[in-house]
Nanobody
Framework: QVQLVESGGGLVQAGGSLRLSCAGS????????MGWFRQAPGKEREFVAT????????YYADSVKGRFTISRDNAKNTVNLQMNRLKPEDTAVYYC??????????????????????WGQGTQVTVSS
Protein backbone atom coordinates (compact mmCIF):
# COMPACT_ATOMS: atom_id res chain seq x y z
CA GLN A 1 0.00 0.00 0.00
CA VAL A 2 0.94 3.58 -0.57
CA GLN A 3 0.75 6.24 2.14
CA LEU A 4 -0.67 9.50 0.81
CA VAL A 5 -0.73 13.05 2.17
CA GLU A 6 -2.57 15.91 0.46
CA SER A 7 -1.81 19.61 0.70
CA GLY A 8 -2.71 22.87 -1.00
CA GLY A 9 -6.34 23.32 -0.11
CA GLY A 10 -7.78 26.61 1.05
CA LEU A 11 -10.27 29.40 0.48
CA VAL A 12 -10.45 31.07 -2.92
CA GLN A 13 -12.88 33.33 -4.73
CA ALA A 14 -14.88 32.08 -7.68
CA GLY A 15 -12.80 32.28 -10.83
CA GLY A 16 -9.57 31.75 -8.93
CA SER A 17 -7.09 28.91 -8.94
CA LEU A 18 -5.62 26.39 -6.51
CA ARG A 19 -3.04 23.66 -6.88
CA LEU A 20 -3.41 20.52 -4.81
CA SER A 21 -0.49 18.20 -4.22
CA CYS A 22 -0.34 14.64 -2.99
CA ALA A 23 2.87 13.11 -1.70
CA GLY A 24 3.20 9.34 -1.73
CA SER A 25 5.56 7.20 0.27
CA UNK A 26 7.34 4.04 -0.80
CA UNK A 27 9.14 2.81 -3.86
CA UNK A 28 5.92 1.45 -5.37
CA UNK A 29 4.27 4.84 -5.99
CA UNK A 30 5.13 4.81 -9.69
CA UNK A 31 3.37 1.45 -10.17
CA UNK A 32 -0.07 2.85 -9.41
CA UNK A 33 -2.55 4.99 -11.22
CA MET A 34 -3.51 7.97 -9.07
CA GLY A 35 -6.80 9.73 -8.70
CA TRP A 36 -8.46 12.72 -7.13
CA PHE A 37 -11.95 12.49 -5.68
CA ARG A 38 -14.04 15.00 -3.76
CA GLN A 39 -16.84 14.93 -1.26
CA ALA A 40 -19.16 17.83 -0.50
CA PRO A 41 -21.25 17.94 2.68
CA GLY A 42 -24.21 15.58 2.45
CA LYS A 43 -23.04 14.11 -0.84
CA GLU A 44 -21.25 10.96 -1.90
CA ARG A 45 -17.57 10.97 -2.78
CA GLU A 46 -17.23 11.57 -6.51
CA PHE A 47 -14.56 11.10 -9.13
CA VAL A 48 -12.66 14.21 -10.25
CA ALA A 49 -9.60 13.09 -12.24
CA THR A 50 -7.19 10.22 -12.61
CA UNK A 51 -3.86 9.55 -14.29
CA UNK A 52 -2.38 6.20 -15.22
CA UNK A 53 0.85 4.93 -13.65
CA UNK A 54 2.99 6.15 -16.55
CA UNK A 55 1.18 9.45 -16.92
CA UNK A 56 0.22 8.54 -20.49
CA UNK A 57 -3.54 8.78 -19.96
CA UNK A 58 -5.70 11.15 -17.96
CA TYR A 59 -9.42 11.12 -17.28
CA TYR A 60 -11.69 13.86 -15.99
CA ALA A 61 -15.23 14.21 -14.73
CA ASP A 62 -17.34 16.26 -17.12
CA SER A 63 -17.86 18.88 -14.43
CA VAL A 64 -14.13 19.74 -14.31
CA LYS A 65 -13.00 19.01 -17.85
CA GLY A 66 -11.19 21.99 -19.34
CA ARG A 67 -10.66 23.60 -15.91
CA PHE A 68 -8.66 21.01 -13.94
CA THR A 69 -5.40 19.31 -14.89
CA ILE A 70 -3.92 16.25 -13.22
CA SER A 71 -0.21 15.52 -13.47
CA ARG A 72 2.38 13.36 -11.74
CA ASP A 73 6.10 13.24 -11.11
CA ASN A 74 7.15 9.67 -10.35
CA ALA A 75 10.68 10.75 -9.49
CA LYS A 76 9.26 12.83 -6.64
CA ASN A 77 6.34 10.52 -5.77
CA THR A 78 3.84 13.30 -6.26
CA VAL A 79 0.59 13.85 -8.08
CA ASN A 80 -0.93 17.29 -8.54
CA LEU A 81 -4.29 18.76 -9.41
CA GLN A 82 -4.24 22.23 -10.94
CA MET A 83 -7.69 23.77 -10.54
CA ASN A 84 -8.55 26.87 -12.56
CA ARG A 85 -11.73 28.91 -12.98
CA LEU A 86 -13.04 27.52 -9.72
CA LYS A 87 -16.76 27.61 -9.00
CA PRO A 88 -18.65 27.53 -5.68
CA GLU A 89 -19.87 24.04 -6.59
CA ASP A 90 -16.25 22.85 -6.51
CA THR A 91 -16.30 23.32 -2.73
CA ALA A 92 -15.53 19.96 -1.11
CA VAL A 93 -12.92 17.91 0.69
CA TYR A 94 -10.52 16.63 -1.97
CA TYR A 95 -8.93 13.21 -1.58
CA CYS A 96 -5.93 11.69 -3.30
CA UNK A 97 -6.08 7.94 -3.94
CA UNK A 98 -3.95 5.14 -5.36
CA UNK A 99 -5.36 2.45 -7.65
CA UNK A 100 -5.77 -1.07 -6.27
CA UNK A 101 -4.17 -2.55 -9.39
CA UNK A 102 -0.58 -1.94 -10.40
CA UNK A 103 0.30 -0.96 -13.97
CA UNK A 104 -3.31 -0.45 -15.08
CA UNK A 105 -2.99 0.85 -18.63
CA UNK A 106 -6.43 2.35 -19.03
CA UNK A 107 -9.93 2.63 -17.56
CA UNK A 108 -12.78 1.21 -19.61
CA UNK A 109 -15.31 3.37 -17.73
CA UNK A 110 -15.31 6.33 -15.37
CA UNK A 111 -13.17 5.40 -12.34
CA UNK A 112 -15.01 4.51 -9.15
CA UNK A 113 -13.99 4.82 -5.52
CA UNK A 114 -13.88 1.02 -5.39
CA UNK A 115 -11.04 1.02 -7.94
CA UNK A 116 -8.75 2.71 -5.39
CA UNK A 117 -7.24 1.09 -2.32
CA UNK A 118 -5.19 3.77 -0.57
CA TRP A 119 -6.53 7.18 0.41
CA GLY A 120 -5.15 10.36 1.88
CA GLN A 121 -6.79 12.23 4.73
CA GLY A 122 -8.25 14.91 2.47
CA THR A 123 -7.80 18.65 2.07
CA GLN A 124 -10.59 21.24 2.18
CA VAL A 125 -11.26 23.46 -0.83
CA THR A 126 -13.74 26.28 -0.37
CA VAL A 127 -14.78 28.53 -3.24
CA SER A 128 -16.66 31.68 -2.29
CA SER A 129 -19.09 33.36 -4.66
Amino acid sequence: QVQLVESGGGLVQAGGSLRLSCAGSGRTFSMYGMGWFRQAPGKEREFVATITWSGALTYYADSVKGRFTISRDNAKNTVNLQMNRLKPEDTAVYYCAADKIVYRHAYSRSPLTGDFGSWGQGTQVTVSS
